[in-house]
C-alpha cells in the first residue's frame, strides 16, 4: 500500500469523507486530500487528535511533538516533519486510549497494535500516522468493502442497514478521534460511515 498523509488517529468526520471520496473512484491519496479540505483544519492539525472526556464539552486534545515545533507543524505533513523525542509524549498518549477506551468492547482488537507502533515511534510524522491508519483499515476491512461495493455496484441504502448506521451517529462526535467510536462498535462502524444522510453529522 503505498503511503499518504493522514492526520494523527484521524477523527471520524476525516475517514467519512475519506471513504466517500473512494466509493467516487479517487485513490487512497486524493481521497485523503480532499477530506482535509472538506474537514477545514489548519496544517498543525496532522500531528493531532481528539478525545472526548466525559461531554462534547470536554475534550483532550493530543499533539505529536515536531522538531522545530509549532513553526514546523504549520508547514504540514508533506513538508516531511520528523518527531521530536522530547518528553514523554509516547506514555502520555497511550495512557490517555487507555482511560478513554480501555473498558470498551473491541479495544483489544487494536489498541495492542496503536501501543506498539506509537512505542516504537517512526522518524517522520507521515509514517506514524500512515501506520496508524492502517489499523484502522484492517479492522473495518474498509479497502475490500469499497472494492466489493465497486463491483458489485451494491446498494447499501437498506432500511435496516440506514437505520443501525444512524443508531451509531447518535453517540459519535465526529470531531473525536475514530478509535473512540471503533472501540464501541468495532467492524460494524462500516455501517455509519457508509450510510449517514447529508446533515447527518
Given at each position: ?137 484492517e479492522l473495518m476491512d474498509i479497502e475490500n468493502i469499497i472494492q466489493f ?53
Open positions: 500500500m503505498t503511503e499518504y498523509g493522514v492526520p494523527y488517529l484521524a477523527s471520524f468526520s476525516w475517514y467519512l469523507y475519506w471513504i466517500r471520496c473512494r466509493l467516487a473512484g479517487l485513490t487512497p491519496s486524493e481521497s485523503a486530500e480532499t477530506a482535509w479540505r472538506q474537514c477545514n483544519q489548519k496544517p498543525r492539525e496532522w500531528s493531532r487528535t481528539v478525545l472526548e472526556i466525559g461531554g462534547e464539552d470536554s475534550v483532550l486534545r493530543l499533539t505529536v511533538p515536531l522538531v522545530g515545533g509549532a513553526s514546523t507543524a504549520k508547514k504540514g505533513i508533506y513538508a516531511n516533519p520528523e518527531i521530536s523525542d522530547h518528553g514523554d509524549w509516547q506514555r502520555l498518549h497511550i495512557g490517555a486510549l487507555n482511560a478513554v477506551l480501555g473498558h470498551t468492547p473491541y479495544s483489544s482488537y487494536f489498541m495492542p497494535e496503536i501501543r506498539n507502533i506509537t512505542s516504537t515511534t517512526p522518524e517522520k510524522l507521515i509514517d506514524l500516522n500512515f501506520k496508524l491508519h492502517k489499523v484502522v483499515l461495493i465497486g463491483k458489485k455496484k451494491k446498494n447499501l441504502h437498506k432500511k435496516a442497514v440506514i437505520e443501525t448506521g444512524e443508531e451509531m451517529m447518535k453517540t459519535i462526535n465526529p470531531e473525536e478521534s475514530i478509535v473512540v467510536p471503533l472501540s464501541h462498535f468495532g467492524p460494524r462502524l462500516i455501517l455509519s460511515l457508509l450510510n449517514l444522510k447529508e446533515g447527518n453529522y
